[in-house]
């Protein structure tokens, strides 16, 4: 389930619990059962870019675990 945002023109914004990808434009509001759109919301994390998602991860977690290089790179430990 995901939640979903409409605003009704005379009540506001309400949220609405519906299968994921199964959103319609427009829902009766739940006080008045006008006809509200609805509305925008910021994208998931599922569809952003995901270049720009994994430098996200990377940043957020060397904060409390960075990446530490412990023997320089095209060598073999002996
Ligand atoms: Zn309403």
Redesign the pocket.
Known sequence: MATYAYR?P??GTFDQSRPMGEAPECVA?P??A?S?PRQWTPPLLARMNPALRTALAREEASRDAPEVVTRASGTTRR
């Open positions: 009704c005379d009540c509001c006080r008045c006008a509200s």
